[in-house]
């Protein structure tokens, strides 16, 4: 039996995005209430009855959430120019060497926006 859990985790972080124009709001610092939701997919373990224990998947995550929490974004290695979608590959990248089950990264920085880096 396969299945796909998805943990759900919250950064506060200013970033301006410098490859705009100057004109454009987002060109500016400014900072967002970024929701990250990692999507992971693997079989049932029989035996424990889970396809990874979610609080392994946070101690994937507190390092990584603590180099993005409360920081300016575009100063965290990697993340010169930290659009939502360069944000997501960025994460995806530091999680899946932990987590090979990972198949997605969603990142929302409002309500009404989500994108998800496969």
Not at 49 to 67: A, F, N, R
Not at 73 to 81: F, I, K, Q, R
Request: proline share 8%; aromatic share 6%.
């Amino acid at each position: 039996m396969e299945m796909e859990l998805r943990q759900h985790f919250q950064i506060e972080s200013a970033r301006f995005l410098p490859n705009l124009d100057p004109s454009h709001p987002c060109s500016r610092m400014h900072g967002h209430s970024f929701k990250i939701i990692l999507t992971l997919k693997g079989p049932v373990d029989p035996k424990i009855g889970w396809v990874m224990d979610y609080h392994e998947i946070t101690k994937v995550m507190d390092p990584i959430l603590k180099k993005l929490d409360h920081r300016v974004l575009n100063e965290v290695e990697g993340l010169s120019n930290p659009t939502s979608e360069l944000l997501a590959k960025w994460i995806y990248d530091h999680v899946i060497k932990a987590i090979p089950l990972l198949t997605a990264v969603n990142i929302s920085e409002t309500p009404n926006t989500e994108c998800i880096y496969r």
